[in-house]
């Protein structure tokens, strides 16, 4: 059932490529530039009438409604809360007419998330599920939902549900800008063609798995991991450093990059990996003064970087390379070299990968 792969993250990180082209299946025209959402059940009318939109999640799954909230408010111009579900029950939140709650959970069975999503719908809040799993306990009492169409995931780390839900994220987001006159069709046109490369490109990304692979091999022993991001990078980076922690049990903290002179560069010493997301978009500049930063202090930077770029290898230690995107859809490649990144480093170190200690797939107790 692992078809040939050692474990079942590895299978699950190669899927990818085929369950975001299932995710995307019937849901765009690059002819027309349109976004097909029915399950929405929502107007164009209403989708206009909307003021804020609140996603709840757990884990992996809040980190892609955190990319969610940057989309819906750079693309869609619409005010966007996020909340961990565990925080949202207990802090008597406002909610104001007009929201859209949006909750993202794969197993559709997370004690914390269902919690939070009984609260804000017994204020009569439209809830809209984004889930993996078909007849889950959060598909029969939002009321919408939208389904990641990933496939079952048997490895407890979250990989292909996470790329699949920031797929309609990116989906909805642009929907959202769309109906609300922010896009153009022509501009839907050219991300949907865009949306539609990323399958190929991760394909892209494993065949040249063996780069990651020795670069985790490299630091497997490190005591201390960082991840940095900024913009929509900054979810990715928190990203890869919760796949670190979860299956190599080494210490990995993510942070937006400008945080960084704010107190955790205190922990750097020499040759502590930095993993830094650098491709190529408005905060790149920015991201080059930080891995200057990080080399002043005689740490190890790990670039993740454009293939195109030929500047960043003169500061980064180690360049991991990913095709050519937009950068609005990067980050959906870039998380996969973080989690291969993930997988090799618990190789490595010998560590359960599909089974981590301490962790179960779905946590279904508070
Ligand atoms: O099923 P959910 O998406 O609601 O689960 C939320 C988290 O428990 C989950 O994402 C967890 O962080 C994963 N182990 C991440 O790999």
Redesign the pocket.
């Known amino acids: 059932e692992k078809a040939g792969y050692e474990h079942f993250m590895l299978k699950e990180i190669h899927e990818q490529v085929s369950a975001i082209h299932n995710t995307l299946a019937g849901k765009v025209s690059e002819l027309e530039g349109t976004i097909d959402l029915k399950e929405l059940n929502m107007t164009d009318e209403e989708i206009r009438k909307l003021s804020r939109v609140q996603i709840l ?6 980190h892609a409604g955190l990319l969610g909230k940057y989309l819906f408010e750079q693309l869609a111009g619409i005010h966007c809360d996020i909340d961990i579900c565990s925080e949202y029950r207990y802090r008597s939140p406002v909610i104001s007419d007009g929201t859209l709650a949006i909750a ?7 004690a914390d ?1 269902l919690a939070a999503v009984r609260e804000i719908m017994s204020y009569n809040c439209p809830t809209l599920a984004i889930t993996n799993v078909v007849g889950s306990t959060i598909t029969r009492e939002a009321n919408s939902v939208l389904y990641t169409r990933a496939g079952p995931e048997i490895g ?3 990989t292909k ?1 996470f790329s699949t839900q920031l797929t309609l994220l990116y989906l909805l987001a642009v929907k959202f800008a769309l109906s609300r006159g922010k896009l153009s069709p022509n501009y839907v046109k050219g991300f949907i063609t865009g949306l539609r490369k990323i399958p190929g490109q991760i394909q892209q990304i494993l065949n040249q798995k063996e780069a990651v692979k020795e670069c985790a091999e490299n630091f497997a022993q490190a005591e201390n991991y960082f991840f940095l991001g900024r913009n929509l990078n900054y979810p990715i980076a928190l990203e890869g450093a ?2 670190l922690k ?1 299956i190599s049990y080494l210490h990995a903290e993510g942070f937006a990059a400008g945080e960084l002179k704010h107190g955790p560069i205190a922990l750097l010493e020499k040759g502590t990996p930095v993993v830094t997301i650098a491709t190529r978009g408005q905060t790149y500049d920015k991201v080059l003064s930080n891995i200057k930063e990080v080399k002043a202090r005689d740490a190890t930077v790990i670039a993740v970087a454009d293939n195109k770029d030929t500047e960043i290898g003169k500061y980064a230690d180690v360049v991991l390379t990913i095709p050519q995107s937009s950068e609005l859809l990067s980050p959906l490649l870039s998380v996969v070299v973080l989690q291969l990144l993930a997988y090799y480093t618990a190789l490595a170190r010998g560590c359960s990968i599909d089974k981590p200690r301490n ?1 179960a ?3 279904t107790v508070e």
């Open positions: 999640a757990c884990g992996t799954s809040w993202i959970t794969q197993s559709g069975e997370t998330t407890v780390a979250a549900t919760l796949k979860e962790l797939k779905s946590v």
